[in-house]
């Protein structure tokens, strides 16, 4: 089966500077797509950024100019590079791949979430 793991968060100041990072493993054949989402708080789950395979990238509104998201595909995994943070950045932030598995099924698979909070 698929895993996907998320590392990176923690505490930072607002203006500063984290990386996540989302590790996949498992018996995968390709990866369609991977994404970051976030939940804040109160608030339901939303999208911040993904990846096709291609290579192209899409960002929410919020987030345009100050996160990208890049991918290491030979260690299938995959980062969100985030500056200029600010205090609405905080939340818990999934990982998300849709992937195919050795037995050519498609799957959608989420990662556990990392903490962000931004904050004086």
């Known amino acids: 089966q698929v895993q996907l793991v998320e590392s990176g968060g923690g505490l930072v100041q607002p203006g500063g500077s984290l990386r996540l990072s989302c590790a996949a493993s498992?018996?995968?054949?390709?990866?369609?797509?991977m994404a970051w989402y976030r939940q804040a708080p109160g608030k339901e789950r939303e999208l911040v950024a993904n990846?096709?395979?291609?290579?192209?990238?899409n960002y929410a509104d919020s987030v345009k100019g100050r996160f990208t998201m890049s991918r290491d595909n030979a260690k299938n995994t995959v980062y969100l590079q985030m500056n200029s943070l600010k205090p609405e950045d905080t939340g818990v932030y999934y990982c998300?791949?849709?992937?195919?598995?050795?037995?050519?099924?498609?799957?959608?698979?989420w990662g556990q979430g990392t903490r962000v909070t931004v904050s004086q």
């Open positions: 990846i096709i395979s291609g290579g192209s990238t």
């Open positions: 998300k791949s849709n992937v195919v598995v050795g037995s050519y099924r498609n799957l959608e698979v």
């Open positions: 498992g018996r995968i054949v390709s990866i369609d797509l």
